[in-house]
């Protein structure tokens, strides 16, 4: 599949009827002042470096892109179709709250070309809901979800792990239902303390323990190979790195890391090898075979993959070697060859699940 270019249009906090515990989109996208002479200029400037030849699309993030005024809706949403009717991007889609979609609003984006909708759900447990204020039941997730797929859209569905009163049970509880509603396509996102927000407060006061890195991981592979084994694509793990969202600017605490995916990518092929259960003696000489990118994801950040992996084995004995004709298997040779089936253990780790 080809590589979509992203042409964003940040909306901030635009429309939004509350702020959620979490929530300081001021700082997460990095805008503080949003201006609608600017989206031209922003699309314009995409558009003079991105390929000709490549997929395009407008994006607008941020805020609760339904809950703007209506006037404002249409007049962002003709410059982006404007620009789609002349073939110059190839879709436009927006990010939005599950309780602000109805067939009203289904029909006038329709009509503005709109491609492809996604919805911040975060969590379907109606506790975790309540204790972020997210100021919408779980009902709500699986009406909207059933109204844009019937209508024709690209549902897309944003979780997010560590909320306050949530859990490991919850996430994955989250992550079968979301399945279960068939979106197109995933985003995953540990929660982080954001500064000025509700949720620093209660992490200032004790009242809420942000994830580990090493939790955040742990779950979010998890929920990675549930998804995968789905055949539901992830296009995001971790928040997208901006010039503030850093420990010594915005972020207050949480699992911020740079290559957060990567983490959970080496965590998956760790997991995925442990149950393998191969019968390897203890000192022996192993070479592990797999291709450029799983290679790279077995010895993982600064070779951490590569210690779990000599505890797991129980040798420091351990090789790593490309073998770009292996797509979905990791061959061990040790005294015996092995071939490990990535997707089929996948299935077999999820089964119990």
């Known amino acids: 599949m080809a590589k979509i270019n992203i042409i964003p249009i940040f909306v901030p906090h635009l429309g ?108 379907t447990n109606e506790k975790v809901l309540n204790l972020s204020k997210r100021g919408h039941d779980r009902s709500s997730i699986f009406y909207a979800s059933k109204l844009i797929k019937e209508a024709g859209f690209k549902l897309g569905l944003q979780q997010m792990l560590g909320l306050p009163g949530d859990s490991q049970e919850y996430s994955i509880e989250t992550c079968k239902e979301i399945i279960g509603l068939k979106p197109d396509f995933v985003r995953i996102y540990p929660t982080l303390v954001i500064k000025n927000t509700e949720l620093e407060h209660m992490y200032l006061n004790g009242t809420y323990k942000p994830l580990t890195l090493d939790e955040a991981v742990d779950l979010a592979s998890k929920l990675i190979m549930l998804y995968e084994n789905s055949n539901i694509e992830i296009i995001r793990v971790g928040l997208q790195a901006t010039e503030n969202l850093k420990f010594d600017k915005d972020v207050v605490a949480g699992p911020l890391h740079d290559a957060f995916r990567e983490l959970c990518e080496s965590k998956k092929l760790y997991m995925v090898l442990k149950a393998a259960k191969l019968d390897i003696r203890e000192n022996e000489n192993i070479s592990l075979y797999s291709n450029a990118r799983n290679n790279a994801l077995l010895v993982g950040q600064r070779g951490s993959n590569k210690e779990n992996l000599k505890k797991l084995f129980k040798t420091d004995k351990i090789k790593f070697k490309v073998d770009n004709t292996l797509a979905d298997q990791i061959k061990i040779i040790a005294e015996k060859t092995y071939l490990v089936d990535i997707k089929e253990n996948i299935k077999k780790i999820v089964k119990g699940w």
């Open 16 to 123: 939004c009827p509350n702020d959620c515990v979490f929530c300081n989109q001021k700082r997460i996208t990095g805008v503080s002042n949003f201006d609608i002479n600017n989206v031209l200029k922003t699309i314009e400037d995409h558009l003079s470096y991105f390929s000709p030849l490549s997929p395009r699309e407008i994006a607008f993030y941020g805020g609760s892109f339904t809950a703007i005024e209506e006037d404002l809706q249409k007049e962002l949403l003709s410059i982006a179709k404007s620009y789609k009717d002349r073939g110059l991007v190839d879709g436009i889609r927006l990010s939005t709250r599950p309780d602000c979609i109805d067939d009203h609003v289904l029909t006038y984006l329709k009509g503005y070309g709109v491609d492809t909708i996604e919805l911040g759900i975060q969590s």
